[in-house]
């Protein structure tokens, strides 16, 4: 099976621009969670989504947002950039059978985000 | 709310030595505890994860992590340190139940030397 994707894996913007990144699960996987990683602040938990729905949101503001599709893309938004928005950005995908929590998350090569 | 702390946010061993990397968890309720490694410009590979059951879990590429409800710990081990075992390591946690949202340490960067 092919793995989770990303795209794009390298993205530079401006200030105040906005930006749409796209993850494409795991063939079978219900599941996707977005992460934020930066060198300050770890890897830190964006959003979840299940059948479309976000089921969970980490505490991010709400120029952050995200959408998944009904075959389980997803792809989430940044609008009004600011320089510390730069950061990887991780997608992770699970199958969403039995144990939730305890499922594995399997995750993407990121997206390299830089805001100048 | 649930955290993980990672002690030692850089550890270097020589290669065959014994590799250690402690993680320490706090959670109001049973947690499913995860260990993943990443190398550089690359994403995360899950090593091992413990949800319930024996409390030794054994991982990918010779790894090892023991749950300790006593200790609230779950460090990860290796016997004998390679090369290609450079790279940053994260402890992780959820809380249980249906919540897949992932809690990271700060991590730690294993440096192996030869």
């Known amino acids: 099976k092919a793995g989770v994707t990303q795209t794009p894996r390298y993205l530079i913007k401006t200030r105040g621009q906005q930006v749409t990144l796209s993850c494409s699960p795991i063939?079978?996987?219900?599941?996707v969670s977005w992460y934020q990683q930066t060198p300050g602040q770890g890897l830190q938990f964006l959003f979840e989504?299940?059948?479309?729905?976000?089921?969970n949101k980490g505490n991010f503001p709400g120029r952050f947002s995200g959408r998944q599709f009904s075959n389980s893309r997803s792809e989430m938004n940044v609008s009004t950039l600011e320089l510390g928005d730069s950061a990887l950005y991780l997608c992770?995908?699970?199958?969403?059978?039995?144990?939730?929590?305890?499922?594995?998350?399997?995750f993407g090569p990121g997206t390299r985000l830089l805001v100048l | 709310a649930q955290s993980v702390t990672q002690l030692g946010s850089h550890v270097s061993v020589s290669e065959g030595a014994l590799v250690l990397l402690r993680c320490n968890y706090s959670s109001s309720v049973p947690p499913y505890l995860f260990w993943y490694v990443q190398y550089p410009n690359q994403g995360l590979q899950l090593l091992l994860k413990y949800t319930t059951g024996a409390t030794l879990v054994k991982g990918i590429n010779g790894f090892e992590a023991e749950f300790k409800k006593s200790e609230t710990s779950f460090h990860l081990t290796k016997p004998s340190a390679h090369m290609s075992d450079a790279a940053e390591y994260f402890c992780a946690v959820t809380r249980g139940g249906s919540a897949r949202q992932l809690t990271f340490g700060s991590g730690t960067q294993l440096t192996v030397l030869p």
């Open positions: 063939s079978g996987h219900r599941s």
């Open positions: 989504y299940f059948s479309e729905t976000q089921r």
């Open positions: 992770a995908s699970s199958p969403s059978y039995g144990t939730g929590g305890g499922e594995t998350q399997y």
